[in-house]
């Protein structure tokens, strides 16, 4: 199976300071067609996963737009711009590109 | 807006047969566009796809449990359901049932997305 490997695993954020979360895989995400299925989701404390982005970069109806994705290959980046209290929880990526679908560590961002 | 929730019992024995249901409103099950899946996530731990299943009764399985799952479809009442047998305390985990997106091209196939999730159910196997 694909390892995904995230960094860091705590992200203590300022409020307002943007925060930055790696993951990445053991073999390149890349299709021959090009398409890459990489995924980050969300999970607030005591809530179920909420898809944040798919595809590397297409952020689901109703993400904020200081979210966003990207990267290529094995090497994948989700970026805050300015993060917001309610930004609390544990982040995870999930690649589907190889079969079976795999899922990072998860990150916990927290506020200091 | 389609919502997914989880129902069985949160404690079971060692040895014995996990069950559980996942009920789908706000949409329908006979959905061509998707699958339905399962996932866990052990206290503290990370998260594990267990399997997914089409409306026509078409399943995926990870194969670290396929000898253990079986998940079915009852489209009558927009329900899927998942059976883990012969489960031990590592089996213990909150159980999420999710819409999941599955792309097939000729030769391959990829996982997309899993949304929406519902709320999850805590397992608990002990004696």
């Known amino acids: 199976d694909v390892v995904m490997t995230q960094s860091p695993l705590s992200l203590p954020v300022t409020l307002g300071q943007p925060a930055s979360i790696s993951c990445r895989s053991s073999q390149s995400l890349v299709y021959s067609d090009g398409s890459t299925y990489l995924n980050w989701f969300y999970q607030r404390p005591g809530q179920s996963p909420r898809r944040l982005i798919y595809q590397v970069s297409n952020r689901d109806s109703g993400v904020p737009d200081r979210f966003s994705g990207g990267g290529s290959g094995s090497d994948f980046t989700l970026k805050i711009s300015r993060v917001e209290a309610e930004d609390v929880g544990v982040y995870y990526c999930m690649q589907g590109t190889h079969w079976p679908p795999t899922f990072g560590q998860g990150t916990k961002v927290e506020i200091k | 807006q389609l919502q997914l929730q989880e129902s069985g019992p949160g404690l079971v024995k060692p040895s014995e047969t996990l069950s559980l249901t996942c009920t789908v409103s706000?949409?329908?099950?006979?959905?061509?566009?998707?699958?339905w899946g399962w996932i866990r996530q052990p206290p503290g731990k990370g998260l594990e796809w267990i399997g997914s299943i089409y409306y026509s009764g078409s399943t995926y399985y990870n194969p670290s449990l396929k000898s253990r799952v079986t998940i079915s479809v009852d489209t009558s009442k927009d329900q899927f359901s998942l059976k883990l047998s012969s489960v031990t305390a590592a089996d213990t985990a909150v159980y999420y049932c999710?819409?999941?997106?599955?792309?097939?091209?000729?030769?391959?196939?990829?996982?997309?997305?899993?949304?929406?999730w519902g709320q999850g159910t805590l397992v608990t196997v002990s004696a």
């Open positions: 999710a819409r999941h997106s599955i792309v097939l091209v000729p030769a391959a196939i990829f996982s997309n997305w899993f949304a929406p």
């Open positions: 706000g949409g329908s099950i006979n959905s061509t566009s998707y699958y």
